[in-house]
């Protein structure tokens, strides 16, 4: 690789035709990490070649990449990867998955040639592409969610492992080894260690209507014989603090915190009219909405996707143009209750001219669905080319950690699951996406879960990251090494 201004690498791509187009998706997207710019051959050329990607193991180029043959007709066959065929190898203490690769090393260093003996390429597709999901093809409906039980992640426990993070450092090191004059950009902004994009779902304006009130006062009242304390608790902390609550100043509050600290949040606001829970179809409401133009009004907004609207481009197209009256400059989307199927959802967010989506994430658990926590373009199979619109992957939600249908943990407990993430993100120069509702800042129903939250950001902030909105990773990212998606892609 000749050292300049664009930092341009050059890849030669030895396989089958059905398979270049995924291949050439990896490349770009570990190169858009790496502030890279790849040239693609795929012959024989006299250019000189800072990677090869095939089966041939006697070549000269500086770093090979190794193929196994028949990893095509894997993906032909559209066929779940067999458990057995896993390999595990610890990389920077964290156990690493590897698909369609032999066992033994990571790497291999020779006089002339580096080789990485591990298919990091379609290794990395598996999980980018969600591939499993892609088989499964039952989630087809706003009530059936992927079970996360039936990942790969679960079965083998890593699903809080990045692991395509984890292959993108390995080609980082290894071209290092391999090439004198390479020189990565950088991956953050003001050459933090790492990011942390904020923001919260604003599933109701106004939990604590009179009849929510009532509804929940009754209910602790007949729980004093079952749970005395936790009843009673409950009982006289929503008397002094919710029959006089206000719902704009909460809010406030939290984006008043969030810039004393200097950090901002992107908020999604939910429209739909039609949910069973009439809290939550408050932006009809003509007062609420005034409210929310106003709290909002400086801070960035996205749509909250009603689960209906991640499965029909009509209902998604409605939403998103009610949402654009009050907030015009919307780009972001995330659907209510993380209904999402991969294909089908990312070709109606496409078509409606939203710009990024956070919904790929576990509802059960928190970690890594696609593998990744950088932004990334998924992949739409029926075209054989990525879609136009970003993904920013949701890793952390509080209701995964809070919800007994969950992980079920406490906030201490979580702290600490919490502080590894951060870990992880900093030692692989990666990404933490955190998403806590509004809902969530609630001392007495959610009593320590609301300095989880701070406690993170301080964290962060001290360990060098980058905290920052949805909205303003998606604008670096885009930017990142002066490219763009059509450039990229």
Not at 222 to 247: D, V
Not at 380 to 390: G, V
Not at 438 to 443: C, G
């Amino acid at each position: 690789m000749v050292k300049n201004e664009v930092n341009e690498i050059n890849i030669l791509i030895d396989v089958e035709k059905e398979f270049v187009n995924k291949a050439e998706y990896v490349f770009r997207t570990y190169c858009h990490i790496l502030g890279l710019i790849p040239i693609f051959f795929h012959e024989e050329t006299r250019k000189h070649v800072d990677i090869y990607y095939g089966s041939k193991l006697n070549t000269n180029y500086p770093l090979t990449i190794k193929y196994n043959k028949g990893t095509n007709d894997f993906f032909l066959a559209n066929k779940y990867y067999p458990q057995f065929k896993v390999r595990f190898n610890n990389y920077k203490n964290e156990k690493i998955p590897f698909f369609f690769s032999d066992p033994g090393s990571i790497y291999a260093v020779g006089t002339k040639t580096t080789r990485i003996n591990k298919d990091i390429i379609a290794s990395g597709f598996y999980f980018l592409s969600c591939w499993k999901e892609y088989v499964n093809k039952r989630n087809t409906n706003p009530d059936i969610r992927f079970n996360y039980k039936k990942s790969m992640q679960y079965k083998w426990d890593f699903v809080e492992v990045p692991v395509v993070d984890a292959y993108c450092d390995i080609l980082d090191n290894i071209l290092e080894l391999s090439l004198p004059n390479y020189e990565r950009g950088n991956r953050w902004k003001d050459d933090h260690s790492f990011c942390m994009t904020l923001s919260h779902d604003i599933d109701y304006w106004d939990i604590w209507s009179k009849e929510q009130f009532s509804k929940i006062m009754k209910y602790n009242q007949e729980r004093i014989k079952q749970a005395p304390i936790r009843s009673l608790y409950k009982i006289i902390g929503h008397y002094f603090t919710k029959k006089r609550f206000n719902p704009q100043k909460a809010i406030h509050n939290i984006l008043n915190k969030e810039t004393k600290l200097k950090v901002k949040s992107t908020n999604f606001i939910l429209v739909q009219d039609d949910s069973d829970d009439d809290r939550r179809n408050y932006f009809s409401d003509p007062e609420y909405k005034t409210r929310i133009a106003s709290v909002f009004n400086s801070y960035s907004v996205g749509l909250h996707g009603s689960p209906d609207s991640a499965y029909s481009a009509k209902k998604a197209r409605k939403e998103f143009n009610k949402l654009e009256e009050l907030f015009p400059s919307t780009i972001g989307y995330r659907s209510h209750k993380l209904s999402f199927q991969y294909q089908s959802s990312f070709e109606i967010l496409e078509k409606v001219g939203l710009k990024y989506d956070s919904s790929l994430g576990y509802w059960e658990h928190i970690g890594f669905r696609a593998g990744i926590s950088y932004p990334f373009y998924p992949y739409d199979f029926e075209h054989d080319k990525p879609f136009d619109i970003l993904e920013i992957p949701l890793i952390v939600m509080d209701t995964s950690l809070i919800s007994h249908l969950g992980m079920g943990i406490n906030p201490f407990v979580a702290s600490y699951r919490l502080s590894k993430l951060i870990q992880r993100a900093k030692k692989f120069q990666s990404h933490i996406s955190i998403l806590w509702h509004n809902n969530t800042f609630d001392n007495v129903d959610y009593p320590w879960w609301g300095w989880l939250y701070w406690s993170l950001i301080k964290r962060a902030k001290m360990q060098n990251g980058w905290v920052c909105s949805q909205d303003d990773l998606y604008d670096y990212w885009l930017n990142k090494g002066n490219t763009n998606n059509n450039e990229i892609f």
